[in-house]
């Protein structure tokens, strides 16, 4: 297969940045689509040219590393997987690709295709974790916890936090990841006592990052690689709203 | 709530966007029952346009009614202030945009709530120069005597407006995209409250569809039967 590349170039964060045009010839169509980036790559170290950066790592559709915005879509043209999953005979023999990095605010580019996603670590560092004493080993069914609740407390915490939903959104909201953090919390015994100052930490990190508010698109919905729902931002809502009414104090940072 | 909306969560804007503009539906409903006695064709005890001209002149004068008229004022104004504010952060939070833009499956409403809402926004200016403030100092209606006692003619100056085709489309264009922002705006407004349960938000789906149909349609047909002389 033949294709036509688009591919932002970027030196570095400070650099300005442009498209390049790359043809590439010869793709299997069980080429994976990071494969395929790294035959480019190949080619372009070949030819004494700079190899474009992009982020990879487990390519096995777990870390979340990968993050392409191609044609148009964060993790290409599939639903509820990540860019290492994409392959090739998914496009058309001579279609023209355009590669893009995540754009938002809080996502600067780092070089070519690659974003720092800091931004995310620094709203999980906010309150995105229990505290708790180590120890011996608990019963694991100490404490009793309904299935239903479990089951949506797993969903939301199978967010890997590859920064798809902030990429799809027209806003650069960040709300479904964090309402995903929240959620995985707040739906279990463990995470509830800590559950309304963390919910107003995260979001006022979240706003401080300068992440864009939620419009209810729910295209962050649709892209992310793990389905994870809006029903957790609309949980979220409900916590922060709980937290900000029936909180003892308000936390802004 | 000393501090200014600007620095508030961004959480707690959606929360007073939200409240706001339900509350703003419930008095398009309260609006389109009064709009739609006008259409209420004489009777043995009524003439033509008598209940409608005593509704709007109770709207007018009743205490209670010009309490929650300084409301309404405010709740339109919260709602465009915060719709602003948040539109324009969201515009912010990604200075560069994308070569190819996004068009994941998702509401196409939803992307256009800041245009649908401005065009509704020039609507209402019109709107309030046309009527309301006619209406509120009683200017371009002549008198009209029930029982005795003076009223002015509220209707004959909706039915005089509505004769101009142009008007009439244009006010007909205006509440399509007060249907397009409607569909969109009602459900939207309880997933932002945070009210979105599996089992009852497909319900409030449909209710924002029905309100999105009933609202402009229910606006609509009065310019429509008043300029084709169906009542």
Request: charge should be positive; glycine fraction near 6%; charged fraction near 20%.
């Amino acid at each position: 297969m033949n294709f036509t590349l688009k591919i932002w170039r970027q030196k570095d964060a400070k650099s300005k940045g442009k498209f390049e045009k790359y043809s590439i010839s010869d793709i299997s169509p069980d080429c994976s689509f990071l494969e395929m980036l790294d035959i480019l790559n190949e080619q372009l170290v070949a030819r004494g040219e700079e190899p474009v950066a992009f982020d990879h790592d487990c390519r096995e559709g777990i870390c979340g590393t990968c993050s392409l915005y191609i044609n148009g879509r964060p993790h290409g043209p599939d639903d509820a997987i990540t860019t290492c999953q994409v392959h090739m005979r998914r496009f058309k023999d001579g279609d023209t690709i355009v590669i893009e990095p995540w754009r938002a605010k809080p996502f600067s580019v780092i070089k070519d295709l690659i974003v720092n996603r800091n931004a995310f670590d620094k709203i999980i560092q906010a309150g995105g974790f229990i505290s708790v004493d180590t120890g011996g080993i608990p019963d694991a069914n100490a404490i009793p916890i309904r299935k239903e609740k479990a089951d949506q407390s797993m969903d939301a915490a199978s967010c890997i936090g590859c920064g798809a939903c902030v990429a799809a959104c027209k806003n650069a909201s960040a709300m479904l990841f964090v309402a995903a953090k929240v959620s995985q919390f707040a739906l279990l015994p463990q995470g509830r006592i800590e559950a309304k100052e963390r919910v107003q930490k995260m979001v006022a990190k979240m706003d401080e990052l300068g992440f864009g508010n939620c419009t209810n698109t729910y295209a962050c919905e649709a892209e992310c690689p793990k389905e994870i729902s809006v029903e957790h931002i609309a949980r979220m809502n409900r916590e922060f709203f709980g937290a900000k009414v029936g909180g003892r104090k308000n936390i802004k940072k | 709530m000393a501090k200014s909306g600007i620095y508030q969560s961004s959480l707690t804007k959606k929360y007073v966007i939200a409240l706001a503009g339900l509350f703003l539906i419930s008095f398009l409903f309260v609006h389109l029952g009064i709009n739609l006695t006008v259409l209420i064709p004489e009777s043995q005890d009524t003439e033509a346009k008598e209940i409608f001209n005593k509704a709007a002149r109770f709207m007018m004068l009743n205490p209670v009614i010009k309490v929650f008229e300084i409301v309404l004022f405010a709740g339109f104004i919260i709602h465009i202030i915060y719709g602003l504010i948040l539109q324009i952060h969201n515009w912010m939070s990604r200075p560069k945009r994308y070569k190819v833009e996004g068009w994941s499956h998702t509401s196409p409403f939803s992307k256009f709530m800041i245009h649908t809402g401005m065009i509704i926004f020039i609507f209402l200016i019109i709107h309030l120069v046309d009527f309301y403030f006619k209406a509120k100092f009683f200017e371009g209606a002549e008198s009209v005597w029930y029982d005795g006692e003076e009223y002015h003619d509220l209707g004959a100056l909706i039915i005089q407006k509505f004769q101009n085709l142009g008007f009439v489309i244009f006010y007909i264009a205006s509440f399509l995209f007060l249907g397009f922002h409607l569909h969109h705006a009602f459900q939207s407004a309880f997933q932002s409250l945070g009210l979105n349960h599996p089992k009852y938000f497909p319900f409030l789906k449909a209710l924002s569809l029905i309100t999105s149909i009933i609202i402009p349609v229910g606006f609509t047909i009065i310019p429509v039967f008043i300029y084709f002389q169906i009542v």
